[in-house]
């Protein structure tokens, strides 16, 4: 039996809604396009409501570097912490929706992650935007960001939470079953950096009136950000302890020594500073080039330590410095860290935060050749 809910009118009478199936799937996608609401943010985490705009429909996906779209996202959209936020429709009655959706869905994250340039999802934000007569600074003005926090800033954001895989994926369909919700649930316990959620968006129609009823279902992503935000540590600063206390539990045990050879070799360089980000799961160490006489604002970051395993060598960062602005430079630099090792580093990636696992830097000879290559990072980054 549909379920019935009820609408008042303003002289107090009620009209009848049933439960209605959508007839198209193009209808929910419309909707969502339209109000991003829909996705339900203030209950994915009701003490830090996440806030969405759309950057596209159809958003292509390519499967090799520059490639044509292969694939194409229902939806894309970002939230005011600058995380892609991934969205596939399906109704109820598509037999989809509980395996062929799921897997589809990790597909496109994988490739996101790898092959999407976020001055390219820039340009077709902005795009959309000025087609429908929106300004996009109004657009992210939607968002609620910080006053210091200018429209490039906010696209350094996303290129940062995509060069670290930190994506949200929402499901979006009229009805789970109980099956396709415990994969969902499943698929975020699993998962440390990205949040995955089965959103259910029911409609109600009757009277000439329809209502649209979002709910969302994996109650375990509510209490994990209830928890973070009772013990404060959504922006908690990371320090060497707790880096440390971390890496191995995300990592493995045997990750710290591989991470503490490259921090010593950091503390025995004259003019190199180890800096720490902010993040409610995953801590950074930081190396840095401080030239004598500047402050630490003005240094170059080379090299990023993550306490998820992984080490980013930062020819995005490099770039801006004038040792390293052009592609000859970066690409020796990449030349001098996978020549005589095992080490890979495509030449597409020496504008980019290509990352290295700790696993591979066990090698000693592997080890020997990066380091060698940090140090000639910093003589040519010496005034």
């Not at 209605?20 to 929910?28: K, M, N, V």
């Not at 369909?173 to 099956?179: G, I, S, V, Y």
């Not at 990371?238 to 010593?264: C, N, S």
Request: aromatic fraction near 10%; charge should be negative.
């Amino acid at each position: 039996m549909a379920a019935v809910m009820y609408g008042a009118t303003g002289d107090n009478q009620l009209i009848e809604l049933r439960e209605t199936l959508y007839e198209r799937e193009l209808d929910l996608q419309d909707f969502l396009s339209r109000h991003p609401a829909l996705l339900a943010g203030d209950q994915m985490n009701p003490v830090d409501p996440r806030l969405f705009v759309l950057v596209s429909a159809e958003a292509g996906i390519a499967v090799v570097e520059g490639g044509a779209p292969y694939f194409s996202l229902d939806h894309l959209f970002i939230d005011q912490d600058g995380i892609p936020t991934l969205v596939e429709v399906k109704r109820s009655s598509d037999l989809r929706v509980r395996r062929e959706v799921v897997g589809q869905m990790l597909e496109y994250a994988a490739n996101a992650c790898a092959y999407w340039n976020v001055g390219r999802l820039r340009s077709i934000f902005e795009a959309r935007c000025l087609k429908t007569g929106i300004s996009p600074d109004d657009e992210l003005g939607k968002l609620h960001l910080e006053p210091t926090l200018d429209a490039d800033g906010f696209w350094e954001k996303v290129a940062q939470n995509l060069g670290q895989e930190r994506l949200r994926l929402v499901f979006v369909a009229d009805k789970f079953t109980p099956e396709t919700q415990r994969i969902i649930e499943f698929l975020n316990g699993q998962m440390q950096k990205t949040e995955v959620y089965a959103v259910e968006v029911r409609q109600f129609t009757g009277g000439g009136m329809r209502t649209l009823a979002p709910r969302v279902l994996n109650p375990s992503v509510l209490q994990t950000d209830r928890r973070a935000a009772a013990s404060g540590s959504r922006d908690e600063a990371w320090t060497q302890d707790r880096f440390y206390v971390a890496l191995p539990e995300h990592a493995g045990a045997q990750a710290e020594p591989v991470f503490r050879q490259i921090q010593e070799w950091a503390d025995a360089q004259q003019h190199v500073v180890t800096l720490f980000g902010r993040g409610k799961d995953d801590g950074s160490m930081i190396f840095a080039y401080q030239r004598p006489g500047s402050s630490v604002k003005e240094s170059t970051v080379f090299l990023t330590l993550w306490t998820y395993g992984r080490a980013e060598v930062d020819f995005e960062y490099l770039r801006y410095h004038p040792a390293f602005e052009r592609d000859e430079a970066r690409e020796e630099l990449r030349r001098r860290i996978v020549t005589d090792s095992t080490l890979t580093i495509d030449a597409n990636r020496i504008g980019k935060r290509p990352p290295i696992h700790w696993i591979a830097l066990q090698d000693p000879a592997n080890m020997r050749v990066l380091l060698g290559a940090l140090d000639w990072v910093v003589l040519q980054l010496e005034p």
